[in-house]
């Protein structure tokens, strides 16, 4: 009985392993071709596990087959579906058993049900997508074996077993069922945190707006007065060029604040890629200068040696990470004071610093931040850090905090290097 109840388990554990590597795989949602090849491999080679270790408790054979190749169908769609199908038939037969044409036979009228449901099922809530897999689980396993079994005329072998075969079907729909609510869990934690990634994401380019405006203002201001002065008769030509030329750069600075201001608000679906953690810090501190100067603070940027530094990740991502840490250190320092960057190369990473001069933090107040609806702002959500460390700690980045009150704060980032 335990080395029964030992196989059982195995299965039983080989069924839930995808979910230990779905949250891998639903990274990829966005590349629908690598996702979709991610969950075929995952459900065959759970498929070709449980069939590689039948278990036959006292007589009883619990077959679980149908429950990746429901799944996997399910998730994966249409043409996932048939390689699973596939996949049974064929390693049935490299397994030596006899009829593969019949089994064939027998599976056809489960794949046309599971083709038919498989559009219905992304329309569905997730109790109804629960209780859709178990039908079919169900409908695969009983009409497989029922067609099998009566074209060879061994259709008593169902009848003289009925508890135990019945024991089966109830033991496979409480697994099928406990699999897909977990996938549907997973899938709503992973949304409900893309949610809160983009809604943090809109409320930053909602704050920095005003100090773009009023940047974007400065240049304007000058472009008018220089659009006077050329108006201006008796002015000779070497002025005109020189206030074309001042008109020109004006323009082109209001140009780059509104570009970079509109990369920040662009919200892409998750790219991973090096990324050249140098233009990073440079992108950011232009993107910080406008907010700082609006707030009366300077900042000051060190980049130590002209060689690249490069990191794998989402460079969108990154941006999001380090413009809220920016701007939590710049709403530190309410009566002005001081923002540094410094990035440097360690052996085998990268690390960035930044540091301001405001009103720092106590050591209970250290172990609260990244922790979710913490702040002391008025108006604040308390999510920025949360969402920015998870961001940091996802592209394998170590964080390291120091603070005093009223003396600033030192954030000291680690991230992995990657050779180009
Ligand atoms: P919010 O900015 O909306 O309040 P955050 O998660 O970005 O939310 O920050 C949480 C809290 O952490 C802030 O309210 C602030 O009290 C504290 N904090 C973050 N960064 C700093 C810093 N550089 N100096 C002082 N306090 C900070
Ligand atoms: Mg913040």
């Known amino acids: ?8 388990l195995l299965t039983i554990f080989f069924i839930f392993s995808p979910l230990v590597f779905y949250p891998y795989i639903y990274k990829y949602k966005n590349n629908l071709i690598l996702y979709r090849f991610l969950i075929l491999l995952l459900f065959s080679v759970i498929i070709v596990t449980i069939m590689s270790l039948p278990i036959n408790i006292e007589g009883v054979v619990y077959d679980f087959r149908s429950i990746p190749v429901i799944v996997g169908s399910l998730y994966g769609g249409p043409i996932v579906s048939s390689i699973l199908f596939s996949v ?40 109804s997508r629960i209780l859709l897999a178990v039908v079919l689980c169900t409908i695969m396993k009983m009409l497989t074996i029922t067609i099998y079994l009566t074209i060879l005329h061994n259709l008593d072998m169902v009848f003289n077993n009925l508890v135990e075969t019945l024991q089966t079907y109830f033991v496979q729909a409480l697994i099928v069922g406990i699999c897909v609510y ?3 869990f997973l899938n709503k934690y992973f949304y409900i945190q893309d949610e809160v990634y983009k809604s943090e994401r809109i409320k930053l380019v909602s704050e920095m707006a005003a100090s773009v405006a ?3 203002r400065n240049p304007l201001t000058s472009v008018r007065g220089f659009i006077q002065l050329l108006a201006a008769e008796n002015v000779d030509s070497t002025k005109k060029e020189y206030y074309q030329k001042i008109c020109l750069e004006e323009l082109e600075r209001a140009d780059h604040i509104i570009s970079d201001y509109l990369s920040l608000a662009k919200s892409e679906p998750e790219i ?30 060190v980049i130590s040696e002209d060689q690249d530094f490069l ?7 990154l941006r999001q990470a ?10 530190a320092m309410e009566n002005g004071g001081m923002l540094e960057i410094k990035v440097s190369r360690k052996s085998q990473s ?34 920025g850090t949360m969402v920015s460390f998870s961001i940091i700690k996802k592209l394998g980045g170590k964080i390291d905090i120091n603070s005093e009150v009223n003396k600033g704060t030192t954030y000291t980032f680690t991230f992995p290097a990657v050779v180009s």
């Open 1 to 8: 009985m335990v080395n029964y109840l030992k196989d059982f």
């Open 88 to 127: 049974i038939v064929v390693y049935r037969w490299v397994l030596g058993n006899p009829n593969t044409i019949l089994y064939i036979v027998s599976l056809l009228p489960t794949i046309v049900i599971v083709f038919f449901c498989l559009r219905k099922f992304i329309q569905l809530n997730m109790y």
């Open 182 to 184: 977990l996938v549907e």
């Open 214 to 216: 009023h940047e974007i």
């Open 272 to 301: 991973i890629e090096k990324i050249n953690v140098k233009d990073e810090i440079e992108y950011l501190s232009h993107v910080l200068l406008t907010y700082a100067t609006y707030n009366n603070i300077e900042i000051q940027t």
């Open 311 to 317: 990191t794998m990740g989402d460079k969108f991502r």
């Open 322 to 331: 380090f413009i809220n840490i920016g701007k939590n250190a710049i709403e």
């Open 350 to 383: 990268v690390e960035i610093v930044i540091s301001d001069t405001g009103i720092g933090m106590t050591p209970e107040q250290i172990s609260r931040l990244g922790t979710p609806y913490y702040s002391t702002k008025e108006k604040g959500t308390g999510l």
